[in-house]
């Protein structure tokens, strides 16, 4: 069994074997195959090659399709090609054919091209069966074909190509196979790259063109925001700053160096940018929107402006959003003017309502009036919606001061007239109370002298109209009684300027004589003034006259001289008086000059017979001195010569008594001859008051009187006051001396003797009294002591005159005399004399 | 006591300067008195004697030509000091304040007296000096 296995064994080996060769002569005659394929393959793909490097070199575009045409013809041995070229983006067909002889339509053969892609999709490059072209209308000539198909998304266009064999001239021409579809897929993809790169530089060049274009229109913007006086910024699309114009940099202060790459957001806002503003900003950046809005701003030094801010959203061709402008416009001085008008506004109103005006405004655009709340007011009507102004108007106004108001107004609105004023009657709706109403209205013109409105005022002055009525009465009595003390004044015999505070004249009267006028009453210059004035020595007397009242403040007279125009002088008093109010505030300087020519000639007279006497009187003092002395002179001698006779021891009882008794006449001869010449000067001489020492006189009138008396004897001084007194000196000492002397004369001599002088004051009255504790007076005879020549006994050694005299003295001194005295106790002379 | 040696009187009325010496001489026993009736003639007799040991001068005012007003004024354009020790009295009857007012201001002036001059003035003038 070996050897059946064996030979089954080697049976095995020989079908192998067989079975190999067959395999082999397979895989040779497959080789075969493939090699001729790739040589046709190669054949084919060198003449495409050839073609393409022709058409690339073409720059007309038809010039490469129509090439390409060609090269499916040739390359491929066929019989008839075509290219279609369509543009999604314009529609644009574009055919190129090559061995067709009949003539067909672009549109068909598009439209057949395409519904025989629909059927061979998906495969971009097919063959194609005479069943399949049988199916369409000029596909239909054709037996057998190639097909291919691209389309470019990006460049948006379709390409359609095919290689046909016709039925009739089949045998001429090669069939379409298997072994051309790789090469026509390779012609299609080679074809396609070509072509896009043909489409690319021409899309590149194309932009490029733009692109040019686009610069010189940015440069010539660039320019504009470079030059214009708003502010610019661009940035990018994410907001970030990317260039600014010098005009921004004058607004905010920031140079682009300091802003570059930045939001505009986080260097211009600040605290007071209103929020809501910024949202609207937010929200437009973020929708790309184009905005426009007026916003507090800070510059560079924090200063805040209001911005005029306008953002453009900038896109590119592709619609994407590349940019933002922003406009800038410093508003800040506008913004500030408007808030002041609106505060002025605000303000007018505030005045208008105080000052009980009612305003209102016509706007001939909607013919609408428009009242302000006091204008309701004044004609009495309550503000409502139903209350229709002009008729409230109609109603209010008398018939015809309504028609001139509608009048009024019509040439207002048409221009005839720019304003009105007019005073209307009206009856107060709300108590029909007649009332006084002015009313004002003015027309408001735009730039273009439109008509943009009327505004008009309403006062009611019926009470302005009845305190006028009684100021007129008031200012017409003050006429009649100016004009009537103007007569008074012009009728006096004394000469009247009136000035006011500044000097400048309000009123002369008429000059009762010639040479009264010291001042020209037509000047119109201030009697101050100045300028261009050169005074006479007279004038610039009365000047100063009058400044000096000014400066005291009271009534000042000064003698003024004027002169006639014969030369004789008159003699003028002029009184100066500053008039004030009561509140001290000067208001009229009034100068009176009264003609003293009379007078003064009457004082230089009695000043001229006043001296004569003064002088007449002096000689007359001198010689009753003289006439006293010469009187006195024998009588003293003989005085003299009876005490040495007394004196001597040779001389007897008797005789003594009887030259004592010469010696007593004697005295009393020089007592009269003393107090008739105290009595003459006493009536005859003026008083002269001076200043003296009563206490001293009175001691020294003591001193002197005491000689004469024995006894005890002594003065005693009671002065509970200044006893310096302001009197007539030679007066009081005669008057001193006499009182003294009767209390020496009459003095008790029993007792110790006192001469006592008590002086006071009391209510401005100086009160001296001189009081001793002499004999005394008789009661009955105390009324009768101050009588000319009393003697109050026989005894007396005294004349009868000392007491008439000293009561003549203290009531020449304006004075009182009084005695009280108590008879064998004492006297008391009493003196009151006013200081 | 400095003892009274030399006094002048001066009075144009005889019976004064007669009453005066008198009663001088009466007090003052042995006093020197000389008499002049004029004021021409003191005036004289002060200027040509040149003394200086007068005691007391009594000067009446009103005299014709020179009045003892004006011997006081040519009195006082001599010698200071002879009159350094002398005591000058005016008298006078005259009743006008003006002429005792002038006397008491009057520098030479010792005092006014009225006229007669009686024992008790002349007393009292004495009796100054001791």
Redesign the interface.
Known sequence: MSESREYEELLKQYRELQLRVTRFSAVEQELINTRDRLDHELVLHQRLHRYNSDALKEVDESAFFQLEAEAIVDVFELESSFVLYYSKKTSETLLFKEGTHESCSTEILLDEFQSLRRKINPAKTAIVSAEVLNQFGYLSHFEHGIFGYFSEDELQYEVYFAGLTGKTNAPLYNRPQERHLTIFGVFQQQFRAMLANRKRSEEISKQIAQIKAGQQELRKLSLIATRTKNGVIITDNHGRIEWINDAFTQISGYTLPDVLGKKPKDLLQGPKTDQSTRDILKKALWNKENVEVTVVNYDHEGREYYNQLEIISVFNEQGEHTNFIALQKDITAETLTQQEMIRMNTRFELIARHSKIGTWEYLPADGSIRWSDLMYEIYGVSKDLSTVIPEIWKNAMEPADYEQGVEDMNRIRNGQLSKSESTYTIKRQSDGMERVVETMMVAEHDTQNNLVRVVGSTKDITEEILLRKERDAASERMITLKTFYESVLNHSPSQKYVFDSEGRILFCSYPPKEGALWWDPTSHQSIFDKRNQTHSDRTARMIAAIEMALQQRHVIRVEDHGELSNGEQVELLQSILPYQDITGKLEHIIVTGVDISELKNIEIALNQKNEELQKTNAELDNFVYSISHDLRSPLLSIKGIVSLIIQSSEIDEKNRRYLEMVDGSASRLDGTIQEILEYSRNSRLDIAHESFNLATMVQEAFNDLKFSAQGNLELLLDIQTEPIIYSDKSRMSVLMKNIIGNSIKYRRKDIDAFVKLTLTRSQGKLIIAISDNGEGIDRKHLDQVFTMFFRGTTSSVGTGLGLYICKEIVSKLGGQLLVDSILGEGTTMTIILEE | MERIKKVLLVDD?D??NM?HG??LK?LIPGVRIEIFKSGVEVTEYLQRENENDIDLIFLDI?MPVMGGFEVLDAMATMDPKRFENTRIYVL??????RDLQRAKATPLVTDFIG???????MRSILGQTS
Do not use: A, H
Not at chain 2, 92 to 97: F, G, H, P, Y
């Open positions: 009325d019976i004064f009453l008198e009663v009466r009103r006078s009857s005259t009743l006008d304040d006229k007669p001059m009686s024992f008790d003035t």
